[in-house]
Nanobody, 120 residues
Framework: QVQLVDSGGGLVQAGGSLRLSCVVS??????MGWFRQAPGKEREFVAA????????DYSDSVKGRFTISRDNAQNTMYLQMNSLKPEDTAIYYC???????????????WGQGTQVTVSS
């Protein structure tokens, strides 16, 4: 059984940085990634990575500011977030078994989520 444990969220001022981590217990999937959900909004895609190949895709809202990566030896995925903005405030979820259809990324399983709050 695969389990994802994400961490690293916190409170940061606008312009600051945070690094999220997602430890994968069990098998990693071919494509994994990060999503986020802000209060009152639907969960949205943030970034995807091919476990064997590296970064795959980013949402337009984070492109150039966020970097997704993974450490094969540690079975851990990361999301480095720089130049954070108040609109990045959300619960961030790591996700496995990403697929792309209907113009969106979808996942079959998730971490428990970690809160990121960016103050202005």
């Amino acid at each position: 059984q695969v389990q994802l444990v994400d961490s690293g969220g916190g409170l940061v001022q606008a312009g600051g940085s945070l690094r999220l981590s997602c430890v994968v217990s069990g098998r990693t999937s071919k494509v994994m990634g990060w999503f986020r959900q802000a209060p009152g909004k639907e969960r949205e895609f943030v970034a995807a990575i091919q476990w064997a190949g590296g970064a795959l895709d980013y949402s337009d809202s984070v492109k150039g500011r966020f970097t997704i990566s993974r450490d094969n030896a540690q079975n851990t995925m990361y999301l480095q977030m720089n130049s954070l903005k108040p609109e990045d405030t959300a619960i961030y979820y790591c996700a496995g078994d990403l697929s792309f259809f209907g113009g969106n990324y979808h996942s079959t399983y998730w971490g428990q989520g970690t809160q990121v709050t960016v103050s202005s």
